[in-house]
């Protein structure tokens, strides 16, 4: 099998992923003030479909819902194409912060019905951050709502998407959960995700790893690494890497992407697409030749300053 292009099954389930997946947190946000209409969420969402990669990556609170509904506009329209999936995510509830067992239901019955699919070959859990693990865990606990969906079939496999490593290790370490979703933490400038996917592979847990461009910083977007401002040193680190591509000839954006594309035991690689060219451009760069020697030069910039505490 070739790592950077076949298509895979995700370790705990039976999902078919590309190794890049398109993330859509973005998607369907209100109208830019530079004007850019509404409509231009449908195409987005209509060449995600159309495109070459198999997962996309939604949840429920995602542009406060839009993003779900402007896929499932999409799929009522042109069905669900072969070999696509939608993967979503349970959310507190928005108001009162509650993730309990009601909620998760209400959360997945909201998702299910703005998209327009009955069962989930894969639900994650998201960003469970208004609950401690153990109110997770207890009876009448979000865990538990996640458990009855998957044993009454309405869900394949069960996730845990969040961002701090210590957190994500407790979920991934309690057995209920097929597929991990980390973020920011397994990129060029933040390895700190590298024991918990260790961990992960070696349970038979599938591994998604999102955003490889820190949200923007290294496809050369923006000053923020993991939606925070970079530290003036990260932002040096950065610049010395760019330096160190341009005598490669190979864009840094290309290096990011393959950074995570290359690790084998990371299923697949979701990166946030806004707008329906970077699809294509994804295809680029994801073909892009990078030396084996370049990697060596890469490393010996040194330890890459993190802006993240877990
Ligand atoms: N807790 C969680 O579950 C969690 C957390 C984080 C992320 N995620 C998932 O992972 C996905 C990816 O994360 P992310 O979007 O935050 O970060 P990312 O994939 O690292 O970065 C995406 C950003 O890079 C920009 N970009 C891509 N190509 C570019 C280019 N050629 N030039 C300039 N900018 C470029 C995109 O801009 P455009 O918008 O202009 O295309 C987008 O804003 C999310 O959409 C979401 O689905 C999940």
């Not at 989930?120 to 960003?127: A, M, N, Q, R």
């Not at 153990?134 to 996730?159: S, W, Y």
């Not at 961002?163 to 973020?183: C, D, I, K, N």
């Not at 038979?204 to 461009?213: E, K, R």
């Amino acid at each position: 099998m070739d790592e950077l292009t076949d298509e895979r099954t995700v370790p705990g389930t039976s999902l078919r992923a590309t190794p890049v997946s398109i993330g859509t947190s973005f998607l369907g946000d209100p109208p830019q003030p530079d004007g850019t209409p509404a409509v231009a969420a449908d195409a987005l969402a209509r060449a995600m479909l159309a495109g070459p990669f198999a997962v996309i990556d939604t949840s429920n609170n995602y542009a406060r819902g839009r993003s779900e509904t402007v896929l499932g506009v999409a799929v009522r329209r042109e069905g669900l194409p072969p070999g696509k999936t939608i993967v979503t995510k349970v959310d507190a509830d928005p108001a009162t912060g509650a993730l309990d067992r009601d909620r998760v239901w209400r959360s997945f019955e909201e998702s299910v019905g703005r998209l327009g699919i009955d069962r989930l070959p894969l639900l994650h859990l998201h960003d469970p951050y208004t609950v401690d693990v153990e109110e997770a865990f207890a009876p009448g606990g979000a865990v538990q709502g996640l458990t009855e969906l998957r044993e009454q079939g309405l869900v394949g496999a069960l996730g845990i998407a969040a961002g701090p490593v210590s957190l994500m290790r407790r979920y991934a370490e309690s057995g209920a959960f097929q597929v991990l979703l980390t973020h920011n933490r397994y990129t060029l400038v933040d390895r700190r995700a590298e024991e918990l996917i260790d961990l992960a592979v070696d349970r038979g847990i599938g591994v998604f790893n999102a955003a490889p461009f820190g949200g923007g910083i290294l496809a050369g977007s923006g000053e923020t690494y993991a939606y925070r401002q970079a530290s003036p040193e990260l932002l040096a680190w950065v610049a010395r890497a760019r330096e160190l591509c341009g005598r490669w000839d190979v864009p840094l954006q290309a290096v990011a992407l393959r950074f995570s594309l290359r690790h084998p035991g990371i299923a697949s690689t979701i990166v946030g697409v806004g707008r329906p060219e970077r699809l294509a451009q994804l295809t680029r760069l994801q073909a892009t030749a990078i030396p084996e020697e370049f990697w060596p030069e890469l490393a010996a910039l040194g330890t890459p300053p993190s802006t993240l505490e877990d």
